[in-house]
T-cell receptor, first 117, second 113 residues
Framework: DTEVTQTPKHLVMGMTNKKSLKCEQH?????MYWYKQKAKKPPELMFV???????INESVPSRFSPECPNSSLLNLHLHALQPEDSALYLC????????????????FGPGTRLTVL | AQSVTQLDSQVPVFEEAPVELRCNYS??????LFWYVQYPNQGLQLLLK??????LVESINGFEAEFNKSQTSFHLRKPSVHISDTAEYFC???????????FGAGTTVTVRA
């Protein structure tokens, strides 16, 4: 099973709202990712967690706050977003890098379509 | 740093015709290569990957790709497409000890009857 689930599928929020996106995987993966994808563009990496610790933050504005409460769950907390933050937010997971020369395949969820009014 | 170039932004093709999507990469070290497909209003699905071993890799739905180190390419092919193959296709590359995937700009495949 290579399934990553994301909720909600769609989210509309105002610029003063606080909301959260959720991601879950049961593949035993210990690396999880958040990506942002604008229309007709490739995904852009936002955050990487490895063994529940933040490993990479691609200079993402603080209005996006990631959280990894356990090895299966990944949240993205949203606050005071701007209309330009409207996009498809994708979660992915993989086995973490454990040894020199190691890498693994990222599996993506279906995404949350976010609209900021 | 590694990078990916997808040479065709749009590929229109008739049903049952063959299709080839071109992907070239740039890297100073060994790479791992992936093709992902994104159907309208969906997430990315892994189509196939090259990590090591045989340079010709195949997917369960008839796609294949060949890793060519000398030409730094990983082109995707299907001998006969279906309407359901209409989608966006992304080539991606990573290297050892790196969580970051570098994506190409994507190729839109439109299959017409």
């Amino acid at each position: 099973d290579t399934e990553v689930t994301q909720t909600p599928k769609h989210l509309v929020m105002g610029m003063t709202n606080k909301k959260s996106l959720k991601c879950e995987q049961h593949m035993g993966h210990r690396a999880m990712y958040w990506y942002k994808q604008k229309a007709k563009k490739p995904p852009e990496l936002m955050f990487v967690y490895s063994y529940e610790k933040l490993s990479i933050n691609e200079s993402v504005p603080s209005r996006f706050s990631p959280e990894c409460p356990n090895s299966s769950l990944l949240n993205l907390h949203l606050h005071a977003l701007q209309p330009e933050d409207s996009a498809l937010y994708l979660c992915a997971s993989s086995q973490p890098i454990r040894f020199s020369g190691d890498t693994d395949t990222q599996y993506f969820g279906p995404g949350t379509r976010l609209t900021v009014l | 740093a590694q990078s990916v170039t997808q040479l065709d932004s749009q590929v229109p093709v008739f049903e049952e015709a063959p299709v080839e999507l071109r992907c070239n990469y740039s890297s100073s070290v060994s790479v791992y290569l992936f093709w992902y497909v994104q159907y309208p209003n969906q997430g990315l699905q892994l189509l196939l990957k090259y990590l090591s071993g045989s340079t010709l890799v195949e997917s369960i739905n008839g796609f294949e790709a060949e890793f060519n180190k000398s030409q730094t390419s990983f082109h995707l092919r299907k001998p006969s497409v279906h309407i359901s193959d209409t989608a966006e296709y992304f080539c991606a590359v990573t290297i050892s000890n790196d969580y970051k995937l570098s994506f190409g700009a994507g190729t839109t495949v439109t299959v017409r009857a």
